[in-house]
């Protein structure tokens, strides 16, 4: 096992995070490994774990994680899922809570087995609860009064509040005997899709955004649905907090155009939604209790002041990745209208038909048609270095940085912004479906949320109340220089800060940091390649990320990955 007794007790003693002048002095923090490549996947252990998404953690230290193992003779398709550890225990086990061998639970009458997880998972700041999205094939059969035979429930959000998987939500409102899985505000229509990553509170409730169809038209909403300790979660139906059907933007006369994934805690939710997501003027961030018609507050506008700017600086832009704490609210923000240009080459690793759509070259094995993102330039003129490559240019915010939102005291806090600390807090990946019909799974962890592959951007902050108004911050930010639309040597960071207050903001770990301060089974003279950290990373004083190391030129070969722990004070 990686977790030592004695490694608990020099964390628990000296992991106090001591705030230094500047951001690049590393605060000693002592790291706990919570699994790495050369641990053997639960429950068959025949397979190494290989690659990993951003784990979440709850104030006890248990942690939950998306993980994948390789692929290849003799074992065949790679094992992927969702795994657990308690790291307040000493030597505790690694244990899976699903994979793509475990069949999905009720109302699944076809012994039907998960396909993929296709977001990362999530676990209550409080409680042992997790929730995870997951794709499968369908779980249902009924027949029609003509005799003909359905087959459906694709997708579905899945939970353990009470031990085991039980259905949180699924695809088969439309199904009969299931009508509790509708969308609330519609009869006998069923989610099609669940965007993002759902989020858990109060060790039974889930929160979710859902998309379906009325006639034509494509909608959108954001719920929550209490499970009960019964088969397929209970029978309660999920609950509307808001839609771009019937929900109006606060102190407007107008409907959400959009709304965003909700993000729970203390049975309360905030979510993003704007009039247009793509060039909002109206909208923001919301805070909803969970309770039938739960009315809206504001706590961040678009048009409204940004702390610390003079003038007439007002957001224009805001993220829909927001972490809380039940108190704290901490988002990306972006002001103003100057732009610099990014250029983003398509990925070389991944899901394979996402590669070739993105480089226009994916030809479907089941029509034999070629298809291509619309948005994507080739040309040998981009990069001598490498032939014809295939990119998107987009225009990113010049000014941008990372808030917290005090929902007791009603106040914005600026943590960092672009010119004054760092250059750059989005980050991109190429992600979601392809033209092709029965695409596989995505050995790469790009979400797949139902929209057609495109860039996307996010900002990956975490916060957490210390006590009062004091909290914790993580984030991940970039510096370097922008040539020509692409970063030369960049150093991408996790980065942590307290308040409020003007507190110093400090390097916990960066693409400069020897593998070996991470994990003391890195190759020696590795370097940290890779660094991740979601909204729920850090809770508590825990703080929970992933990473990459390895010796330059033979990352692949000799590299060591895996997820992390500290604490900080």
């Known amino acids: 096992m990686k977790y030592r007794l004695s490694q608990f007790l020099v964390l628990a003693v000296t992991a106090t995070l001591t705030f230094a002048i500047v951001a690049s002095a590393e605060p000693r923090l002592n790291w706990v490994t919570v699994v790495n490549n050369n641990d053997l996947m639960p429950p068959l252990a025949v397979r190494n774990f290989n690659s990993y998404n951003q784990p979440s953690v709850n104030v006890n230290g248990l942690v939950v994680i998306r993980a994948r193992s390789k692929g290849g003779p003799p074992l065949g398709q790679p094992t992927h899922g969702i795994y657990m550890r308690d790291m307040s225990a000493v030597d505790s086990d690694i244990i899976s809570i699903l994979d793509n061998t475990t069949q999905v639970p009720h109302p699944n009458d076809l012994e039907t087995r998960f396909v993929e997880t296709p977001s990362f998972p999530r676990i209550d700041i409080d409680s042992d609860t997790i929730v995870t999205r997951a794709n499968h094939g369908p779980v249902r059969k009924y027949q029609l009064d003509d005799g003909t035979e359905i087959r459906a429930g694709t997708a579905g959000i899945y939970a353990n509040p009470f031990g085991v998987l039980v259905t949180g939500a699924a695809k088969l409102g439309d199904t009969p005997g299931f009508d509790f899985y509708r969308v609330p505000e519609f009869n006998g229509i069923r989610f099609e899709v669940f965007p ?12 979710f955004k859902g998309n379906y ?17 019964v088969a397929a979660g209970g029978t309660s139906p999920a609950v509307l907090i808001a839609n771009n059907t019937d929900t109006l933007i606060p102190g407007t006369q107008t409907l959400f155009g959009s709304v965003a994934p909700p993000n729970a805690a203390n049975r309360k939710v905030v979510f993003a939604g704007f009039d247009d997501e793509n060039a909002p003027t109206l909208g923001g961030i919301y805070l909803a209790p969970l309770q039938f018609q739960p009315p809206l507050t504001t706590l961040v506008s678009i048009g409204e002041q940004v702390p610390g700017e003079s003038g007439e600086s007002t957001f224009s832009l805001l993220g829909e990745g927001i972490a809380f704490d039940g108190q704290h609210a901490a988002f990306w923000g972006a002001w103003g209208n100057e732009t610099r240009t990014l250029r983003l080459y398509c990925p070389e690793e991944g899901n394979r038909d996402r590669i070739a759509y993105c480089n226009q070259a ?9 298809f291509g993102d619309p948005n994507s330039v080739c040309d040998d003129t981009s990069d001598p270095n490498f032939g014809t490559r295939c990119y998107t240019d987009k225009e990113v915010p010049l000014h941008q940085g990372l808030f917290v939102h005090d929902t007791r005291t009603r106040k914005n806090l600026a943590i960092v912004k672009t010119k004054s600390d760092f250059d750059d807090y989005l980050f991109w990946t190429y992600s979601g479906k392809t033209p092709c019909v029965g695409a596989g799974h995505d050995p790469g962890g790009a979400v797949d949320d139902g929209e057609q592959a495109h860039w996307r951007s996010s900002a990956f902050v975490a916060v957490s109340a210390r006590t009062g108004a004091t909290f914790n911050i993580a984030f991940k930010a970039r510096t370097g220089d922008l040539i020509e639309g692409s970063y030369v040597d960049p150093v991408d960071g996790i980065y942590a800060s307290k308040g409020p207050g003007q507190s110093r903001v400090v390097t916990v770990l960066d693409t400069t940091t020897n593998g070996l301060t991470l994990d003391p089974e890195a190759p020696a003279g590795s370097r940290i390649s890779e660094l991740g950290v979601e909204r729920e990373g850090l809770r508590g004083n825990w703080l929970a990320i992933n990473a990459s190391m390895g010796i330059e030129g033979d990352e692949e070969e000799d590299g060591m990955a895996g997820i992390y722990i500290t604490r900080l004070r």
């Open 196 to 207: 993002g990553a759902p989020s858990v509170t109060d060790g039974n409730t889930i929160a």
């Open 213 to 229: 169809t009325v006639g034509d038209l494509e909608k959108t909403g954001v719920y929550y649905r209490d499970l009960e300790p």
């Open 362 to 370: 994916l030809v479907c094995a089941d029509s034999g048609e070629t």
